[in-house]
């Protein structure tokens, strides 16, 4: 045992001085930063105002095409103004809140609150402070812009880019699109044209034809003779639906927005699981290779025996991995509650799920997942003699490990359904099945069983790989074949 000691304690020094393994530590806060932040600051920053033409021949629908583009930015406004008011308050009060359900305003309740602001004088309140997305901007001068096809060919040019549109004095920019609006629309409702180069954002078109349609249905209502008040009333009557859980206890069963996010929070555990489980045991990998194509792996076992020198590198490499998981966990402990609104509701959730009961099950998962397939990457470093030939062997296990990535966003919907229950007692996938399964709370007898299968198994692959890496840590040249492993098996 002493000797085991002191070669994980040698593994676990070799790897700690790696820079790979400080990346590793260090790179996951950045990324953690880089998530919460930069989507943000993109969506108000790197967005570019976006500029257009509109054609309306009928003259009818040019201030229908203004007002819903001003409601999509109130909305904007509404929503900026409420991550500035949730980093103003306590972390309690923003738990409140965020535990009850939160109703999105209905379009009629957006229009009401503008105009009750333009009518109190206050204009659009905010709207210079956000960041406009888009900006109508009048046709040409010199060109009919009653007629579509001369202000298409005249606007061509700015629409494939090859020139900038003059959008203010002095000032030229990308034209966006060209929205033409054609004289018959409310008899035909047909030929409306769209013509923007960008396929990949049809927000401006969404906005316009979401205005289009809510006035021409309003005008049929004022032409039937509906009451537009009372179908819009109608429209946005709702039920609100109470979900209860019946696994509470009585008086506690109220379900909220936390309590149903939280049954996917064991999905973020499986992809950490993964991570963590692939990288150590890769790192595992490398360094057997490296140690036996340098000759290094002859003197270590000229002074111990190859069991101890394989049960010192899984020791001391689950020492690196454990680290670095807990190095990833502090770090997300450390940096949600300093990155503002965006993170508060993370921290939220952070908070409600991390439970003793998922901690203790990914602590164990992750030792038993590592333990698996780290005895089954060990194998493979004693029988090659190089990097290469040990990525060869690396493909068969990473179809393997890839199956729990592709099933774990439909696990948590079925937690107890055929697919989880058949891959839970799949010793290779139990690690990452039973975990995405634990916020459901899966039968007592498959958490014991498929445990207890998993245990076994580990001990069995770790034995079978104490047979190979005794015989193939000395052996050179070229991979054995299949037969011959058998042989190595049954010594």
């Not at 206050?122 to 960041?131: A, C, F, L, T």
């Not at 966006?176 to 990949?200: H, M």
């Not at 973020?268 to 290094?296: C, D, H, P």
């Amino acid at each position: 045992m002493k000797y085991v000691l002191l070669i994980a304690l040698r593994e676990f020094a070799e790897n700690a001085k790696t820079k790979g393994f400080w990346i590793g530590i260090l790179l996951f806060p950045v990324m953690l930063f880089v998530g919460i932040r930069v989507p943000a600051f993109l969506q108000q920053r790197a967005v570019p105002t976006r500029y257009f033409v509109l054609l309306d021949a009928s003259g009818d629908f040019e201030k229908v095409v203004d007002e819903e583009l001003a409601l999509a930015q109130f909305e904007k406004v509404l929503e900026e103004n409420a991550k500035k008011a949730a980093e103003q308050i306590s972390k309690e009060q923003f738990q409140a809140a965020a535990s009850q359900p939160r109703p999105r305003l209905s379009r009629s309740q957006l229009r009401a609150m503008m105009l009750a602001q333009r009518t109190a004088g206050d204009g659009d309140v905010g709207s210079n402070e956000v960041k406009r997305k888009f900006v109508r901007v009048q046709p040409p001068p010199g060109v009919d812009a009653k007629d579509p096809k001369a202000l298409l060919a005249a606007l061509r040019p700015y629409l494939n880019g090859s020139k900038k549109y003059e959008v203010a004095p002095g000032k030229s920019e990308e034209l966006f699109a060209l929205v033409i609006l054609p004289k018959d629309l409310e008899q035909t409702r047909t030929g409306v044209e769209y013509w923007c180069s960008n396929l990949a954002d049809d927000s401006l078109k969404s906005l316009v034809e979401r205005g289009l349609n809510d006035e021409l249905r309003r005008r049929e209502f004022v032409r039937t003779g509906v009451a537009q008040n009372e179908v819009e009333r109608i429209q946005e009557l709702r039920i609100a639906i109470e979900g209860k859980d019946p696994k509470r206890a009585e008086g506690a069963e109220k379900v909220g927005d936390i309590d149903e996010i939280r049954q996917w929070v064991p999905v973020g555990f499986v992809y950490l699981l993964w991570v963590a489980i692939f990288t150590v045991a890769q790192m595992l990998l490398n360094n057997t290779v490296e140690e036996k194509s340098n000759r290094i792996i002859e003197v270590l076992v000229s002074s111990v025996t190859p069991t101890e020198l394989m049960f010192g590198k899984l020791l001391g490499i689950a020492a690196v991995g454990l680290t670095m998981v807990s190095a990833w966990i502090a770090s997300l402990l450390f940096l949600l509650p300093t990155l503002g609104a965006e993170a508060k509701i993370a921290k939220l959730i952070f908070d409600a799920a991390v439970t003793p009961s998922l901690l203790t099950s990914f602590v164990l998962y992750f030792v038993l997942g590592y333990l698996l397939y780290a005895a089954i990457f060990l194998a493979m470093g004693s029988l090659v003699n190089s990097i290469k030939e040990a990525q060869n062997l690396m493909g068969p296990v990473m179809l393997i490990m890839f199956v729990p990535l592709i099933t774990m966003m439909f696990i948590p919907k079925d937690p107890n359904g055929v697919l989880a229950v058949a891959l839970s007692w799949v010793p290779l996938y139990t690690p990452f099945v039973m975990m995405n399964r634990m916020a459901a709370s899966p039968p007592t007898f498959d958490v014991i069983g498929t445990s207890a299968l998993l245990i076994v198994f580990v001990g069995i692959m770790i034995w079978l790989s104490g047979k190979i890496f005794r015989v193939g840590i000395l052996r050179t040249g070229q991979p054995p074949k299949l037969l011959e492993l058998v042989r190595w098996l049954r010594q």
